[in-house]
């Protein structure tokens, strides 16, 4: 008997758990490490609950949020061109969010290698792969999606454990929206280098990172006029409230973003409008919160030639093209493994 339509497309698709570690273990130690104490910070993961993603992606449709119209831009004009350099018939994406960007370079791989192209899509948010998994099977009859759970890492690892299996093309993997910004050099260059060591020698890397500009554009773009930042960056709450059974109260905090020079990059705080006392029932334990305290919840990292040059090839990755958006606002490179490197 001939196979449904929604039997083919369950065959199409499908998704697998890859975290090394339980993220409830995962989270409880990252909270241990950052929260107990001021200074308090949480890396950006957390943000990713259904609602987290749902609120990034109406953050990209702010008119203040350049980095995702700019990169849109470069795959929109470069993509057929990038699929063809790669030679590739399998797209590897880390923090693949909704993928609607990832179109632009579906669409050439798809024309391409027809039923033999493949989507690999990993993201923290299983919510967030289902959805863009649905969509994208609509929009290509001839694409299969693996979706990878978990954290990049974790991802990187289970594409090693596999190896390349069944595919005879080449892979590009694809790392956008200037995600690597959210990690400070020593933890950028682990990733890198992890993403270099899933890579064979035939496999190409396309980077996304956002460049320094005028500090009255980053920080609108952190905190745009209709509150969507703000209430992506306060929703971090909710899941620890959730996750943890702590209490924190949304009202009692406020959302900035300042640029730090020094740093050249865009933090996102969480600050205590009044001091008071938090609950946090996974730890027994109550904080104890100044007025004016900051809780950090990401950096996003604005990089220049020099900081670019010094990551790539820490990490044994070569540059072989580079695009520019705008005045030098947003750079798409694509790389390959140094041999050397
Ligand atoms: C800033 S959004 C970018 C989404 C998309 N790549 C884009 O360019 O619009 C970051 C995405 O990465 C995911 N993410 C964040 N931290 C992650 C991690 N450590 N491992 C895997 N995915 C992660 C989030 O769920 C989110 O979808």
Redesign the pocket.
């Known amino acids: 008997m001939a196979a449904s339509p929604a039997e083919r497309m369950s065959r199409r698709y499908s998704r697998r758990t890859v975290e090394v570690r339980d993220p409830h273990a995962e989270l409880l130690a990252d909270f241990r490490a950052g929260m107990l104490e001021a200074p308090r910070s949480l890396?950006?993961?957390y943000?990713?609950d259904a609602r987290?993603?749902a609120l990034?992606?109406a953050i990209?449709d702010t008119p203040e949020y350049y980095?995702?119209r700019l990169?849109a831009s470069l795959l929109e004009r470069n993509a057929a061109a990038i699929i063809e350099a790669a030679g590739a018939d399998t797209l590897v994406?880390?923090?693949?969010?909704?993928?609607?960007?990832?179109e632009y370079l579906l669409a050439p791989l798809e024309r391409a290698a027809g039923e033999e192209s493949l989507y690999v899509a990993?993201?923290?948010?299983p919510e967030?792969l289902d959805e863009a998994g649905e969509r994208l099977l609509e929009r290509f009859p001839g694409l299969t999606i693996h979706a990878l759970a978990?954290?990049?890492?974790?991802?990187l690892e289970a594409l090693r454990a596999d190896g390349a299996a069944g595919q005879d093309g080449a892979r590009l993997f694809?790392?956008?929206?200037?995600?690597l910004g959210?990690f400070e050099d020593p933890e950028a260059i682990e990733l890198l280098r992890a993403i270099r060591r899933t890579m064979g020698s035939d496999d190409h890397l396309l980077l996304?990172l956002d460049r320094v500009k005028p500090v009255d554009v980053l920080e609108a773009a952190y905190d745009d006029a209709a509150g969507v930042t703000a209430a992506f960056n306060l929703n971090l709450l909710s899941v620890l409230n959730r996750e943890l059974g702590a209490d924190f109260d949304e009202r009692g905090f406020r959302h900035r973003a300042p640029f730090n020079h020094e740093e050249s990059r865009i933090e996102m705080h969480l600050v205590a409008q009044v001091s008071q006392k938090v609950r946090v029932e996974a730890f027994a334990t109550t904080l104890e919160l100044e007025a004016g305290e900051v809780i950090r919840t990401e950096i996003s990292r604005k990089f220049d030639a020099k900081m670019i040059d010094r990551l790539l090839s820490a990490s044994g990755l070569r540059r072989e093209r580079e695009w520019l958006a705008g005045d030098g606002w947003y750079s798409l490179l694509m790389l390959r493994p140094d041999p050397a490197g």
């Open positions: 890396p950006p993961k943000f990713y987290g993603s990034f992606d990209c980095p995702t990169e994406e880390l923090g693949s969010g909704t993928s609607r960007k990832t990993n993201d923290v948010c967030i978990g954290d990049y890492g974790a991802a694809t790392f956008l929206g200037s995600s959210n996304g």
